[in-house]
Nanobody, 128 residues
Framework: QLQLVESGGGLVQPGGSLRLYCTAS????????IGWFRQAPGKEREGVLS????????NHADSVKGRFTISRDNVKNTVYLQMNSLRPEDTAVYFC?????????????????????WGQGTQVTVSS
């Protein structure tokens, strides 16, 4: 069974950094483009960053530009979300999602509808 698992969340002070991990079991991430999403209480799920299968192309939301980066290591079957300069408004549950894709260079939009598989999420809380 295809499973995505997020990890690395926690409590961090404003201005701090966290690195989230998205790993897969039951399949290799090499065949999937990956997106990171987040959902705060009472809000809709929001796309944060996405990355192509090759890792050469990414897409990002304006709210995280210059602060968050996405990368992947297909050998380790892991996708990373590096979050710097965190703000209280970044507090949310963060999800990774996978989209099967033939084109290695294609980077999906940040729309939840494009993705087929989802993890259970990891909580990120930014607070002093």
């Amino acid at each position: 069974q295809l499973q995505l698992v997020e990890s690395g969340g926690g409590l961090v002070q404003p201005g701090g950094s966290l690195r989230l991990y998205c790993t897969a079991s039951g399949f290799t991430l090499d065949y999937y483009a990956i997106g990171w999403f987040r959902q705060a209480p009472g809000k809709e799920r929001e796309g944060v960053l996405s990355i192509s299968r090759s890792g050469s192309s990414t897409n990002h939301a304006d709210s995280v530009k210059g602060r968050f980066t996405i990368s992947r290591d297909n050998v380790k079957n892991t996708v990373y979300l590096q979050m710097n300069s965190l703000r209280p408004e970044d507090t949310a549950v963060y999800f990774c999602a996978a989209k099967s894709e033939d084109r290695r260079w294609y980077v999906p939009r940040l729309s939840p509808l494009e993705y087929e598989y989802w993890g259970q999420g990891t909580q990120v809380t930014v607070s002093s």
